[in-house]
Nanobody, 117 residues
């Protein structure tokens, strides 16, 4: 029933790190381009990072050099390593198929990331 489950968020100080995980169903994950999104209070959901089925990556300018997206196809799991976190990174983080290529699936609950100054 639940096809996307995000985890790994938490409260960290500025400059800290977190590693987010997204467990996806095989039907969603297999051969699909995947992505991480985030939504801060009062703001529109934005694309943070994407990864193709072959492993090519792309990042929003605001996170490039600090975040790394990766995937484990054998485990149907998507990851987001976040380093040098800033208060501006505070948001709920979601995973899904890349909406630039596919109709997106039902959104999961997301995982809250809070970065204190």
């Amino acid at each position: 029933q639940v096809q996307l489950v995000e985890s790994g968020g938490g409260l960290v100080q500025a400059g800290g790190s977190l590693r987010l995980s997204c467990a996806a169903s095989e039907s969603i994950f297999s051969n699909n381009h995947m992505a991480w999104y985030r939504q801060a209070p009062g703001k529109q959901r934005e694309l943070v990072a994407s990864i193709t089925n072959r492993g090519s990556t792309n990042y929003a300018d605001s996170v490039r050099g600090r975040f790394t997206i990766s995937r484990d196809n054998a485990k149907n799991t998507l990851y987001l390593q976040m380093n040098s976190l800033k208060p501006e990174d505070t948001a709920v983080y979601y995973c899904n198929v890349d909406g630039r290529f596919y109709y997106q699936r039902d959104w999961g609950q997301g995982t809250q990331v809070t970065v204190s100054s």
